[in-house]
């Protein structure tokens, strides 16, 4: 046997995809989701920077129009405190309410509905010194491929986003040079107006780094998953049955088909043949059916059975090729017969029925 590694060429199943699944092994990049909260909780601060203002201003005058020592009751903290929290309630809870529902919600974008009870088991395992000692080799080993990766994404994401950041300010240096002299409210201005720039080109550059790694991540992933050829077939017995087993039991399935067939060919009204390579039972019950029904056919040694029990039964057998051939052909056991069909059956049973007329 070779090595596990080389073997696994198989694309994965849908079976075991979904056995993954239920043991909270999916696809996800950090990098992605991080670029998303961030943008998420930007654009929120967007949303909410006016009435957080507004709010920061409230605080400020309830706090300086209460700064007489005088009146204040130290001994009741909670008191001086409350419009405090009540102010930072409403700076804060909807910001980060929204953030974490934002949150929830672009994590379940990237990894879909997973519900694990395997993560969540507590295993004692993971605190035995053997395997604390094997997750910190991996952890500060610099030679370890899933190391290297990350410490080499880890510097191309500072060395990435911080070139975007510092663009921005290198491209307004000219503004920032000239802030020197400039009233507060403009120089502030400007400096908001760079901050912007900045932070949408990190977040952006911070999108495509995401992007990158969410292709890389779903490429491990599938690497990870694919299966050995012995790993697929054996999937395919679990799951579709031994195919010899499959086989015994279609083979006896058709067996007792066939006997329940052979049951109806002696209260047949008549056989009809090719002469020997086909046989057909052909039954007319005007309770049962408004057209004359197959109730047995076959071909070679399964016509010959046909035929013998028609002879020991007293069913009479009509030699027609032509309808013998079509009926085998187009009509299924227990089936009626086509419209097309009436005719030619029609006039082998009533030839039938005057024979049997003119032995009565």
Do not use: W
């Amino acid at each position: 046997m070779g090595n596990d590694a080389a073997e696994k060429t198989e694309e994965a199943t849908s079976r075991r995809r979904t056995k993954e699944r239920e043991r909270g092994n999916v696809s996800k990049s950090r990098d992605m989701d991080a670029a998303l909260v961030m943008v998420a909780g930007i654009a929120l601060l967007g949303v909410f920077a006016g009435s957080m203002y507004n709010n920061i201003i409230g605080m400020m005058r309830e706090t300086f129009s209460h700064l007489d020592y005088v009146d204040m009751d130290v001994s009741n903290i909670m008191g001086l405190l409350l419009p405090y929290f009540k102010y930072l309630a409403i700076i804060v809870l909807p910001f980060f309410v929204l953030l974490v529902i934002a949150t929830i919600f672009i994590i379940r974008l990237d990894v879909g509905h997973v519900f694990a009870l395997e993560k969540a088991k507590f295993n004692l395992e993971n605190l035995s010194p053997r395997r604390m000692l094997e997750n910190a080799k991996r952890m500060f080993n610099p030679f370890e491929p899933r190391s290297m990766v990350e410490f080499a994404k880890s510097i191309l994401k500072i060395v990435v986003v911080g070139a975007c950041g510092y663009s921005a300010i290198n491209s307004r240096k000219g503004d920032l040079l000239g802030l020197v002299g400039l009233e507060i409210p403009v120089a502030l201005n400007i400096l908001l107006s760079i901050l912007i720039n900045m932070i949408i080109n990190m977040c952006l550059a911070m999108l495509v780094l995401g992007y990158l790694d969410k292709k890389y991540q779903n490429y491990e992933y599938e690497k990870s998953i694919k299966m050995t050829k012995q790993e697929v077939k054996d999937e395919h017995k679990d799951t579709e049955g031994d195919p010899k087993i499959k086989a015994r039991i279609k083979s006896i399935q058709m067996q007792m088909a066939r006997q329940r067939m052979m049951s109806s060919v002696p209260n047949a009204d008549v056989v009809v043949t090719n002469p020997t390579h086909y046989a057909v039972a052909i039954k007319y019950d005007k309770t049962k059916a408004p057209a004359p029904m197959v109730v047995a056919k076959g071909v070679d040694y399964l016509a010959f059975q046909i035929r013998e029990i028609a002879k020991e039964n007293n069913v009479p057998i009509v030699e027609n090729r032509p309808v013998a051939r079509a009926l085998y052909n187009t009509v299924p056991i227990d089936g009626m017969i086509p419209s097309d069909l009436y005719v030619a059956v029609a006039e082998i049973l009533a030839y039938v029925y005057r024979q049997k007329n003119n032995l009565e």
